[in-house]
């Protein structure tokens, strides 16, 4: 399992995040602070507090492509 520190500052990029991660087959969840979620849930990451950063976790050890996908959205 990898994990990425992601931020999704606006409505767009929440959309546009959901349609990039549900290309792929790996199984991941958003965790903000004791709350986790499907990240490939719309509706479920509207339910989080947007205004921090967010910790992806990706639940397969070969996600480069992935990762390399979610640049836009990871933070540092």
Do not use: W
């Amino acid at each position: 399992m990898k994990s990425v520190k992601i931020t999704l500052a606006m409505a767009e990029h929440v959309k546009q995040f959901v349609n990039t991660v549900s290309k792929y087959p790996y199984d991941l969840d958003l965790r903000s602070g004791r709350f986790l979620i499907d990240a490939k849930s719309l509706l479920g990451i509207f339910s989080l507090d947007l205004s921090k950063p967010l910790v992806l976790e990706i639940h397969s050890d070969n996600c480069e492509d992935l990762i390399e996908d979610l640049k836009p959205f990871t933070v540092g």
